[in-house]
């Protein structure tokens, strides 16, 4: 006995019958003439030995046969389209070159993984991740963009596209041994007499004398107000890791991302030090020069990379720290 059978475009007919209410409907909706449609259903009608529709000149109903018919037919018809959908995206798989810059610390950190597991997924894509402290002339360099931790400067900003892709804060901390020996600070003043290390990093100016100085400006969390002092200590440099070893070493406070020493925090190698105010000047930013379309390669990286760090992986709570 042979199992009577059904194609898509049946599938399709049925449906826009019963959505259109009339034989004429359908047949506009499939841009067709209504022949077409009284020949085709009643082909299918008699392959199938049974009826969908009842109808008379002027009704058309439909049977239980045809409400059955038509409940699978959208369920089916939805999954030719998500599998034609899936095959159409492999079809058009990432291809060509991506070329990023980053910071030396971030980079390695927690953008070099994410950048390997976004090429895992699409294995025909190349990209090269150039790890810098100074932002680059993104356009002239051909640079597709940059993951950096600052906002851009307001006079380029017009010629760039930025977009935030993780939130981020300046801590301070110092190791045990160091409050230990020098006491811990009770308020921001405090910090005036204490060592603290001073990183320049990105374009700061060159501090003469034999002490180090900075200006740091802390936001309080609870109530957003903001309490600058002037820091000195006998130790700067220009590399951000330079600059947390010492303070690992105990030679004394510094301001640093929670990206860079959540592992330290966690393990109570770092201690924070006034851990309710924080300098909130450093979330990841993307920044692209300015084109009329962006590549679909380099869209899809970036939602990647919102997606991957969208619950700030180095919070405290992330890490096991108290």
Known sequence: MNTPSMDRGDLALVLAIRDQGSLAGAAATLDVVPSVVTKRLGALEARLGQRLFDRTTRRLSVTA????????????????????????????????????A?????????????????????????????????????????????VWLWAVQQRR??????????RNRRVLAAAPAY??????????????SHDCLVARE??????SGQRQHALWS????????TARVRVQGPLASNSGEMVRDWCLAGHG???????????QLASGELVRVLPQYAMPDADIHWVAPWRPKTPRRV?????HLVEQFRGEPWKPDKTGSR
């Open 253 to 263: 406070v510094m301001l640093r991302s929670l990206w860079d020493i959540a592992p």
């Open 299 to 303: 869209r899809l990286l970036v939602d």
């Open 202 to 207: 990105n374009g700061d100016s060159h501090a």
């Open 218 to 225: 802390l936001r309080q969390a609870r109530d957003g107000g």
């Open 179 to 192: 409050l230990e020996r020098r006491g811990t600070p009770a308020t921001v003043e405090a910090l005036a």
């Open 65 to 100: 046969e045809g409400e059955a018919v038509c409940l699978h037919a959208r369920v089916l018809l939805d999954g030719f389209a998500a599998l034609e959908s899936e095959l159409g995206e492999r079809q058009n798989e990432l291809t060509g070159t991506i070329r990023l």
């Open 157 to 166: 900003a017009a010629d760039w596209v930025t977009r935030r892709i993780a």
């Open 102 to 146: 980053a910071t030396f610390g971030f980079g390695r950190r927690w953008l070099g993984p994410a950048l390997a597991s976004f090429q895992a997924r699409h294995p025909a894509l190349q990209i090269e991740l150039v790890l810098t402290e100074q932002l680059p002339d993104l356009g002239a360099e051909s640079y597709d963009g940059a």
